[in-house]
């Protein structure tokens, strides 16, 4: 899973992006090689004030199919339901084949399609703010297990999606989880805070490694996975080589890097994982719980105020951060703590580069660029710290 960048790999193409139909993939038609070179310099140079000793040569991913989550707009009628994107007017622009979501993806698409018809689910029109059904959003496990979710505006549609989810299950026998999400605001955002779970089940088990997380409806995982599982093993050897007695999990999410570093005896260290998605806690606390790992625990709650309010720092902080990073307040408490390590995973660079010359007594030790986002600017670096002596 772990892989350098092949010499010569050629441009994927995309007839919605040479169309101008859907440009999200900024870097479509490049090639590969050439984008993870690009994204190995800028890592370097915006750390480079920081003198980081050791780079490890980037971790490719797969150049297309990658996607382990699609979040479809749907647009069109309830007789020709388009799956995708807005155009600027509003107009449902179908994106059903393409090509960085995954092959179980593009599979389920039609099936999708044709059962919107069939539950006369009409897709919800932003201009005249009339129709139910906004979005679409589909992950798949490693297993090629998947979660539906239905993003309706009320919960008019919910008994007629009920009635005929057995014919939708028939057609796509590797659904587990179905669920209809309540977003009755007109506002730009994904989904609500409401969730009917439709299935027996209520979660999707994602397999890394030698790792299941439990996946909860609303719970944030990587969208890459082979990319994640390559993380979370390198996450993992760096710190055996630290061998922490104790680490806390900041932004823990389902706990991708507490329960890859957490062992099932005394030898492991004790884990404390801390995120502020109450669902992301319950995905992390069944993985806990299966895994019988009596030295970790997750908890609700936010990074900077746990930190804050802690009696003592642990040997390792994991930071693993939104886009804007941890910030003045936590950099500057782990900059006066006594943690010895931080393992920082960060997915924008710039941000990364802010926190780190405001803990200057936490020097690199290495780092490494891992391509979560093939064919967009975007990518994941992760770093090693210890404090100076």
């Known amino acids: 899973m772990r892989h350098r960048v092949p010499p010569t790999l050629e441009s994927v193409d995309c007839s919605y992006f040479d169309a101008g139909r859907c440009t999200s993939c900024s870097l479509m038609g490049q090639p ?34 990658y996607r382990n989550k699609a979040k479809m707009v ?8 388009t799956i995708g994107i807005l155009d600027a007017d509003g107009h449902g622009i179908d994106l059903q ?8 993806h593009r599979a389920a698409f039609p099936v999708l399609a044709r059962f919107i018809t069939l539950a006369r689910t009409a897709p919800y029109d932003v201009t005249r703010r009339t129709g139910e059904l906004k979005h679409l959003i589909v992950t798949e496990s490693p297993d090629g297990e998947l979660m539906i979710r239905f993003v309706l505006r009320s919960t008019e549609p919910v008994g007629r999606i009920r009635k005929h989810l057995p014919a939708l299950l028939a057609e796509l026998p590797q659904t587990r989880v179905v669920t209809a999400n309540v977003l009755p605001e007109h506002k730009a955002v994904l989904e609500g805070e409401h969730e009917i779970v439709l299935t027996d089940a209520d979660t999707l088990p994602m397999r890394l490694n030698d790792v299941t997380m439990h996946l909860r409806p609303q719970s944030f995982f990587q969208t890459n996975t082979e990319i994640a ?25 389902v706990g991708g890097f507490a329960l890859h570093i957490a062992a099932g005896d005394d030898a492991g260290p004790e884990v404390t994982g801390i995120e502020t998605s109450v669902e992301a806690v319950a995905s992390a606390e069944l993985s ?11 908890a609700a709650g936010d990074a900077t105020t746990f930190a804050i309010e802690a009696d003592a720092a642990p040997d390792l902080v994991i930071v693993n951060p939104p886009r804007r990073g941890i910030g003045g307040e936590l950099s500057a408490w782990l900059e006066a703590s006594t ?32 391509d979560m986002f093939p064919q967009t600017t975007h990518f994941e670096v992760m770093v090693l710290l210890e404090r100076g002596r």
């Open 229 to 253: 599982a390559a993380l979370y093993a390198e996450a993992r050897d760096w710190i055996r080589d630290i061998a922490p007695d104790s680490a806390w999990d900041l932004y823990s999410g």
């Open 74 to 81: 749907v647009g069109g009628t309830v007789d020709a339901p």
């Open 339 to 370: 943690a010895s390590h931080v393992l920082y995973s960060s997915c924008n660079v710039a941000s990364l580069a802010k926190d780190l010359a405001a803990m200057p007594s936490l020097r690199p030790v290495r780092a490494r660029v891992f």
């Open 32 to 65: 590969y090689s050439r984008q993870v070179a690009d994204k190995q310099r800028h890592a370097e140079e915006l750390l480079g004030p920081f003198d980081v000793p050791e780079w490890l040569p980037p971790i490719a991913s797969a150049e297309s199919g």
């Open 288 to 298: 806990r719980s299966d895994a019988a790992l009596s030295r970790l625990r997750f």
């Open 97 to 104: 084949a393409c090509g960085i979501c995954s092959p179980g």
